[in-house]
C-alpha cells in the first residue's frame, strides 16, 4: 500500500527503460559539463589530471550502462547510442579547444 491507503502503482518496463535511459543521458552530460569545465580552465588540456578524470568518468559511465543492460534496462544498442553521443560531443569541445595539427 502506497501512502493513504492509495495502492502504489507498479512501472510499466517502458517506463523503467525510459527513465533508465534518462538517467544514464543525464551522467553522459553531467560528464560532458565537466570536461567543457576542464577544457575552459586548462592551459594545457593534455594534462595528465585531466585525462585521468576523463577516463575515470567514462569507465563509470560505462559500468552504469552495462549493469543498465545486463538488468535489462535498456538494449546494447541504447547503451552504445549513449557512449557514441558523448564521444562525439567530447570531440567537438576538444576541435574547438586544441588547435589542429595543420594550424602549428
Known sequence: MGIGGVPLSTPTQLELTQRAEQ????DAKKIEQLIAV???????????????VLDTQMF???????????????????GREIISEL??????????????????
Open 23 to 26: 538517467l544514464l543521458r543525464e
Open 38 to 52: 576542464q577544457l575552459d580552465n586548462l592551459t594545457a588540456p593534455k594534462c595528465p589530471l585531466y585525462e585521468e
Open 60 to 78: 563509470g559511465l560505462s559500468r552504469e550502462i552495462d549493469f543498465a543492460v545486463r538488468a535489462g534496462l535498456i538494449t546494447r544498442e541504447q
Open 87 to 104: 564521444e562525439r560531443k567530447l570531440a567537438h569541445l576538444y576541435s574547438l579547444v586544441l588547435p589542429s595539427p595543420n594550424q602549428s
